[in-house]
């Protein structure tokens, strides 16, 4: 679990700076990764203000990575 946690962590910091950097679409994808990873995370360890959290984040995600395509 531990690495699934430590892979969202990652993969959020890169989509940041992927995204500060205007790669979007990479940025976006990265975002989707470590949205996906802490919910599943918060999901898991029955901490459901992280799952919510990220729950958002998911779809706000997937709404970028829509309006990058």
């Known amino acids: 679990m531990n690495k699934i946690g ?3 962590t990652v993969t ?3 989509g940041s700076f992927t995204v500060a950097l205007h ?3 990479a940025g976006y ?3 989707l990764a ?3 990873s802490w919910l599943y995370v918060g999901y898991i360890r029955r901490d459901w203000s992280i799952a919510v959290l990220n729950g958002f984040f998911l779809t ?3 709404i970028g990575l829509y ?3």
């Open 60 to 62: 706000a995600n997937m």
């Open 23 to 25: 790669f979007m679409l």
């Open 12 to 14: 959020s910091i890169l």
């Open 34 to 36: 470590g949205s996906i």
């Open 67 to 69: 309006n990058a395509l």
């Open 6 to 8: 430590w892979f969202g």
């Open 29 to 31: 994808v990265l975002f």
